[in-house]
């Protein structure tokens, strides 16, 4: 993967045509659209909290900003979001991190839409290209910065990501937009609501098209559509519906020359299809308590395009061991991004909100299963796991809100994982909070990491082995971290605005990493990318890291035209060598020592709208050992209502 330097401005032009049943009136930008104030939340504990009362620092993404932000993709959102890591692995696939340690699929970040996970087990990791939405169709983002998501389970062991889409009542009921601009870029949007006697409906869909970059070719299409329906059939149920389905492809590819040749880049198309339904009931038994269940279904089909001998040759085989090597695996990838993938979750809640005591409990079961003829060579693998959770948040006097969280995962013929969380918020008036938190969190190991087996067969009928990449771990054991922090989160009165300091302390235990390990069957010494002959890797609990630092987000509000959003994040990571197997390893920092970014908006007149944004992250390293440069990216965007 490589960092791009984006220290040139970059502006995207946009065509805006929209068709719409709203008066002009409406579509105007009024000042009051920007006065900001702490939000509520209800990703932190399900509860529907005041930030000031949430457990943990948050960042809310709201629509303002989305807009504001010029973003054209899901992943650049996060760019303004401290301790965030946004990676180009190329024009059109990203690799989004909290804290760095990572590669191009990190795994230690859950991310969710209306509540629905979209971590997919076959990589382990999210496939933003594959999301089944637009931008449009999200109203706002909740980030929990932080371990402390026990109610979330395993994929939260860092933070987690819950997009949040609009509800259909609050669009227009007929509106179309395209964008146009470099990379041959063409993109189309359609959207349509409308209701009926019990509720409201939503339908999006489009078609997007990029050719790449002029030097790798990676570009990329997809064709979506989605539907979001909320339907109250009495007084006392609430149904909420999803389903939708994204197709298309994008190139993949490490940027990069392999074994020392510039020519050496083979950059294969993957193509995907996906889709998923989800549907979530509640019931009101009086004012405070509900009781209600969500269940959803997701499915992604990877196919990645295989190398031809002229591919092979470019990578060091002979053409003689490419046409072999071609026979014997006719299902060989560079990448292994092939297979398919199908998670099914069914969750049973009950929910008590009033003022002194609130609480939200829960028993879920999730069936995750992948194939892949390259990844997974004993079949299909799969893995169903039970949780119980529960969050309590306590307020004994108008002063004091103490939040308690906790579950257990207990998986079919694996470990079992506990995350605990406490966190005292201290009220000091109605504008400044402090706030003290701990968490311990323990991540189950994913599918792709206990499962992963890898071979490349120099002769199938002999058993003779060119190279065994990598062979599987059933017995991985829990990953663990122990958290603390100290947050401060201060409304201003002298103008709109908020600032949310925190201080952090975490440490990892634990950690999978690769482990070289003796492997005598070979009789063909491959290319093992510097492992020693006759050896093979797999995932062991080798790696103990430890990070220490500070973030800091700004938000605010000059006068009525204007609104800056500033952040910044302070990341001292250090980690203990370890042994790999051929000997004891040194990491560099695996994190970026600073990150930040700014939003400022300017609304100069009542129908022109002006922003600019600002990125910048500092030099770190990957897992997979490349180091990423540091690097900045400037956005600038205009819009004419």
């Known amino acids: 993967m490589r960092s791009y330097n984006y220290s040139k401005i970059t502006i995207t032009l ?11 009136a409406e579509f105007s930008l009024d000042e009051n659209a920007f006065l900001i104030d702490i939000p509520t939340v209800t990703s932190a504990t399900r509860l529907k909290q005041h930030l000031s009362d ?9 629509r303002a900003t989305i807009q504001a932000s010029g973003a054209q ?3 650049d959102l996060f760019r303004l979001v401290p301790g965030f890591q946004v990676a180009h692995v190329n024009t059109n696939k990203y690799a989004v991190t909290y804290h760095g340690h990572s590669d191009d699929f990190p795994r230690r970040l859950e991310v969710m839409i209306d509540g629905r996970s979209v971590y997919f087990p076959i990589i382990s990791a999210v496939d933003w290209s594959s999301l089944g939405l637009h931008i449009d169709d999200i109203e706002r983002i909740e980030v929990i910065r932080g371990s402390n998501t026990a109610t979330y389970g ?11 889409t609009r509800h259909p009542s609050t669009e227009p009921k007929f509106s179309a937009s395209s964008t146009f601009g470099s990379l041959d870029t063409v993109n189309g949007n359609l959207r349509f609501s409308s209701f009926n006697s019990v509720g409201h409906f939503r339908l999006s869909g489009g078609h997007e ?19 979001s329906g909320s339907f109250a059939p009495n007084l006392y149920d609430q149904v909420d519906l999803w389903f939708g389905v994204d197709r298309g492809h994008i190139h993949i590819g490490e940027l990069k020359p392999a074994r020392g040749l510039p020519e050496n880049l083979f950059i294969p198309e993957r193509s995907y299809d996906s889709y998923y339904q989800h549907i979530q009931w509640k019931r009101a038994l009086n004012d405070n308590l509900h009781i209600g269940f969500q269940a959803y279904q997701n499915y992604l089909q990877l196919q990645e395009q295989g190398p031809n001998i002229a591919d092979l040759t470019k990578s060091g085989f002979s053409s003689n061991e490419a046409t072999i090597l071609l026979e014997n695996n006719p299902s060989f990838k560079f990448l292994n991004e092939d297979g398919t993938s199908k998670q099914r979750d069914l969750e049973l809640f009950i929910r008590n909100e009033s003022r002194l ?39 004994p006097t108008n002063s004091l809100t103490w939040n308690l969280g906790f579950l257990h995962e207990i998986e079919e013929s694996g470990p079992d994982a506990t995350s605990i969380r406490a966190a005292l918020n201290w009220h000091i ?22 499962s992963t087996s890898s071979t490349i067969m120099f002769d199938r009928e002999r058993n003779i082995i060119f190279n065994a990449i990598r062979r599987p771990n059933p017995y991985l054991s829990t990953e663990e971290i122990s958290s603390n922090e100290i947050g401060m989160l201060k409304n201003f009165t002298s103008m709109p605005g908020y600032i949310d300091f925190r201080l952090f302390d975490e440490n990892i235990s634990n950690g999978v990493e690769s482990f070289v390990i003796p492997y005598s069957e070979f009789q063909v010494s491959g290319l093992n990318k510097g492992r020693p002959k006759n050896t093979t890797r797999i995932g062991k609990n080798i790696s103990n890291w430890n990070n220490r630092g500070a973030e800091v987000q700004l938000k605010f509000q000059p006068d009525a035209k204007m609104w800056l959003l500033l952040n910044y994040a302070y990341i001292n990571s250090t980690k203990k060598s370890y042994f790999d197997g051929t000997g004891f390893v ?49 956005d600038l965007r205009a819009a004419k209502h």
């Open 14 to 24: 946009m065509t805006l045509c929209s068709l719409t049943s709203l008066s002009a």
């Open 209 to 227: 098209n990029n050719n790449g970059s002029e030097l790798f070719n990676d570009g990329a299409r997809r064709n979506y559509l989605n539907f």
């Open 429 to 450: 008036n109605p504008q400044l909070t402090f706030r003290f938190g701990h968490s311990r969190s323990e991540r189950l190991p994913s599918l792709h990491e206990r």
């Open 357 to 395: 005591l609130s609480s939200s409990s829960g028993i879920g079961i999730r069936e995750s299963s992948a194939t892949s003829n390259t990844l997974f060579e004993q079949g299909k693998v799969e893995s169903t796991r039970y949780r119980l959770f529960n969050n309590t948040s306590f307020s």
């Open 154 to 164: 395993s994929n939260a062991f860092m933070g987690a990501i819950n997009i949040i």
């Open 586 to 634: 040194n990491r560099p920092p695996l994190a970026p020592q600073h990150s930040a970014s700014v939003l400022i908006n300017w609304q100069p007149m009542s129908d022109l709208n002006l922003s600019l944004a600002h990125y910048y992250v500092d030099k770190m390293h990957w897992f997979s050992g490349d180091t990423k440069e540091a690097y900045n990216r400037t």
């Open 54 to 62: 949430a457990p943990v620092s948050m960042t809310v993404i709201d």
């Open 73 to 75: 993709n899901v992943p």
